[in-house]
């Protein structure tokens, strides 16, 4: 089975600040890899698709790249509303399952 | 506009059961699969199960095999999980999502299996 792995865990930033979050795979994914946000009581908030597609109404500071086993989801100038748990997903075609990796959050530093 | 809402959780005794419903809106339901997803209490996400557009195929995780089945009407728009011999590590927020990646979730449904 295919194993997610985020780092850092805990990611400090102020305001501003530029925010970048790792997601390594144990075997190759190709670009089968989302980003997605989530707050305490919300549904998640599909960021990223296809390793660096932005999802419909994702502001521009909210950037993927990588492909294979190394991803990175870029948030260019951190807001308020950007402190959050982030989880990679690999979504496989078929049999069509998802893996999650165990979240990094961002917190206010 | 795109929505799904999860309905059904609620408390239950470990080895009952409970059924959870995800109504769709705003999208044709019927020609995409659908998944559900779980988050334990302090804990990250975990994929619990799939359904093809049309019910042919399902796909399980290894830890609810054999006790959860996920079916649909597409003529209710409406998907479901039946989940059986509930144990305390099944205690979660359960959402329903659309594949292939999710763009859409519910708003989640608490499930809490008591001891």
């Known amino acids: 089975d295919i194993v997610m792995t985020q780092s850092p865990a805990t990611l400090s930033v102020s305001p501003g600040e530029r925010g970048t979050l790792s997601c390594r795979a144990s075997q190759s994914v190709s670009s089968n890899l989302a980003w997605y946000q989530h707050k305490p009581g919300q549904a998640p908030r599909l960021l990223i698709y296809g390793a660096s597609t932005r999802a419909t109404g994702i502001p521009a500071r909210f950037s993927g790249s990588g492909s294979g086993t190394e991803f990175t989801l870029t948030i260019s100038s951190l807001q308020s509303e950007d402190f959050a748990v982030y989880y990679c997903q690999h979504y496989n075609n078929w049999p069509p399952r998802w893996t999650f990796g165990q979240g990094t959050k961002v917190e206010m530093k | 506009q795109v929505q799904l809402v999860e309905s059904g959780g609620g408390v239950v005794q470990s080895g009952g059961s409970l059924r959870l419903s995800c109504a769709a809106s705003?999208?044709?339901?019927?020609?995409?699969?659908m998944h559900w997803v779980r988050q334990a209490p302090g804990k990250g996400l975990e994929w619990v199960a799939f359904?093809?557009?049309?019910?042919?195929?399902?796909f399980y995780a290894d830890s609810v095999k054999g006790r959860f089945t996920i079916s649909r009407d597409n003529s209710k728009n409406t998907l479901f999980l039946e989940m059986n011999s509930l144990r305390p590590e099944d205690t979660a927020v359960y959402y329903c999502a659309k594949d292939p990646f999710g763009d859409c979730w519910g708003q989640g449904a608490l499930v809490t299996v008591s001891s």
């Open positions: 705003g999208f044709t339901f019927s020609g995409l699969g």
């Open positions: 359904i093809r557009f049309d019910g042919s195929h399902k």
